[in-house]
């Protein structure tokens, strides 16, 4: 278990080995834009890809860059392809996408008169049906000779038997749906890949636009920048092991009950 922030010299892949292929989907966001930066720091890859619709905020020569689009089958089957054409297997792919609210008026539920077919719709297109489609193309691509892993950000909010609050409905809903998905995969996978493991990953609050609205009840220490929150589940998944294959984990390494 993680007690405490993991400065950069520190942050080791160690346990996945040299010569790293790592995909990270989603990498122009806050959280993935900070996992692509600090895999590279790491000094573990060989390639690192970045995908994602836009590539207007990946900055630097440490990633390449590959179109991908959630709401497009064929854009992730085709990054997918050229991945393999390039490197022929992955050791780590990590999906650092989340929808919570947009600019366009949908927020988070306070009640069940505020959900709409527009709320579910988008939460699960982001949330759940877009990361188990990168799952269906690039879970195979995984080494099956060393260490592997499939992560997709989830979040504590998504655990049915933690969930006192209620509210939330579609984010809720969505994340639960995804953390169900993995698991599912993870047992699919556990039977082809025994190097492999498939885990849910929730990151703590982050400084992004996703928490932006929600973050005044959240203690300073408790409400961590991008590079803070990328360090520390890299951390978690370099102590992972394939016994962990199909778990929920927080930032800090302790696991989330479903």
């Given at each position: ?10 942050l080791s ?12 989907v ?38 390449s ?13 085709s990054?997918a ?22 600019v ?15 709320s579910?719709l ?98 300073k220490?408790k409400?961590f920048s ?8 890299l ?24």
């Amino acid at each position: 278990m993680i007690d405490e922030e993991v400065p950069t010299s520190r942050l080791s892949l160690d346990t996945f080995g040299k010569n790293l292929n790592v995909a990270v989907v989603g990498a122009s966001g806050g959280i993935g834009r900070a996992l692509t930066r600090e895999v590279a720091k790491s000094g573990a890859p060989s390639s690192i890809f970045a995908l994602s619709r836009s590539n207007e905020l990946i900055k630097g020569p440490s990633a390449s860059w590959l179109p991908i689009d959630f709401e497009d089958e064929q854009s992730i089957a085709s990054a997918a392809k050229t991945i393999q054409d390039e490197v022929g297997c992955l050791h780590l792919v990590f999906v650092a996408t989340g929808f919570l609210h947009d600019v366009d008026g949908l927020q988070p539920e306070k009640s069940l008169k505020n959900l709409t077919e527009t709320s579910l719709l988008q939460s699960f297109r982001v949330n759940c049906i877009g990361p188990g489609l990168v799952a269906k193309h690039f879970v195979p691509l995984l080494d099956r000779n060393r260490k592997a892993a499939f992560a997709a950000l989830s979040a504590r909010v998504g655990s049915i038997s933690d969930n006192q609050l209620g509210g939330w409905h579609s984010y809720r809903t969505a994340k639960a749906a995804l953390n169900m998905l993995l698991k599912t995969i993870s047992i699919e996978l556990r039977r082809q890949n025994t190097n492999a493991l498939c885990v849910a990953l929730h990151p703590g609050t982050v400084d992004t636009a996703l928490s932006k609205p929600f973050q005044r009840a959240v203690p300073k220490e408790k409400l961590f920048s991008t590079d803070r929150a990328a360090r520390q589940l890299l951390a978690v998944l370099n102590d992972l092991t394939a016994e962990d294959n199909g778990g929920f984990f927080a930032w800090d390494g302790a696991p989330i009950p479903f």
